[in-house]
């Protein structure tokens, strides 16, 4: 089984794929990471972020893998090395959205995603899942939320337990919100694999929902499909 959860920045969809996926007893697929992981390399390396040639044959000779993790955010190593920290990073978050748009590291990464399921019931979860790496997907969901409390929601993940005093944090998810509005712009106008909910996919809005309660939506979602098989 295949459940495609797609969506927008800081909608959830990490979070909801990994609770979704232990709930389920299947496997979490996190397909922003493997782009974010492709980003990070390419800062690393120095590369030019429009040579798309440079990006496409670094997207293609990178091994991507997703270690066990017992917590909602995924592990992912690149080869060999965990950078599931670094990738969460702000320099990452500002050359995402570029290196995704590139044909030649999507069609890298795609080529892995679809590997990967190949053996695995999984929770795929990204911003093309439903649309162009699984078209055919058993469930699709597209999840969003206002950008405000998804840029809310994206730092107070990104610094955990330590959270800066009031006034930088206010400062810092005032300046992620428009990061993620200019990124929504970017990702749903781009010409490869647009930002875009599949026709049959079910939206959700996790804006004022807790998660158990958008997890218990795409439950129902999932045993409908099963009690049908």
Same mark, same amino acid.
């Given at each position: 089984? =295949?459940?495609? =959860? ?8 990490? +979070? ?10 299947? @496997?979490?697929?996190? +397909? ?22 440079? #990006? ?19 592990? =992912? ?9 670094? =990738? ?7 050359? *995402? ?6 044909? &030649? /590291?999507?069609?890298?990464? *795609?080529?892995?995603?679809? @590997? ?9 979860? &990204?911003?093309?899942? &439903? +649309?162009? /790496?699984?078209?055919?997907?058993? /469930? %699709? /969901?597209? #999840? +969003? ?11 107070? !993940? ?10 930088? #944090? ?12 200019? @990124? ?11 930002? %875009? ?17 958008? #997890? ?6 999932? !045993?409908?499909?099963? %009690?049908?098989?």
């Amino acid at each position: 089984m =295949i459940v495609a =959860i797609d969506g927008p920045a800081g909608s959830g969809k990490s +979070t909801i794929a990994a609770l979704a996926a232990k709930r389920f007893g299947m @496997r979490k697929l996190d +397909t922003g990471a493997m782009y974010r992981s492709v980003a990070l390399c390419a800062l690393d390396e120095g590369i030019d972020l429009d040579d798309t040639d440079a #990006l496409a044959e670094l997207a293609h000779r990178m091994e991507i893998a997703f270690p066990p993790s017992d917590g909602e955010n995924v592990r =992912i190593t690149v080869n060999g090395k965990d950078v599931s920290n670094e =990738i969460r990073t702000p320099r990452v978050d500002a050359a *995402v959205s570029r290196v995704a748009a590139v044909p &030649g /590291v999507r069609s890298g990464m *795609v080529a892995q995603q679809r @590997r990967f399921a190949e053996n695995h019931d999984v929770v795929a979860e &990204g911003r093309d899942i &439903g +649309t162009v /790496v699984f078209p055919h997907a058993d /469930v %699709k /969901v597209f #999840l +969003t939320a206002d950008p405000a409390e998804r840029a809310r929601r994206r730092v107070l !993940q990104r610094h955990g337990d330590h959270l800066p005093d009031a006034k930088a #944090l206010e400062a810092e998810i005032a300046e992620t919100k428009a990061q993620i509005e200019a @990124r929504d712009a970017y990702d749903s106008n781009r010409a490869e694999a647009p930002l %875009k909910a599949a026709e049959d996919a079910h939206l959700i809005d996790s804006s004022s929902q807790t998660i158990d309660e958008v #997890l218990d939506a795409i439950a129902a979602l999932v !045993q409908s499909v099963q %009690k049908d098989a």
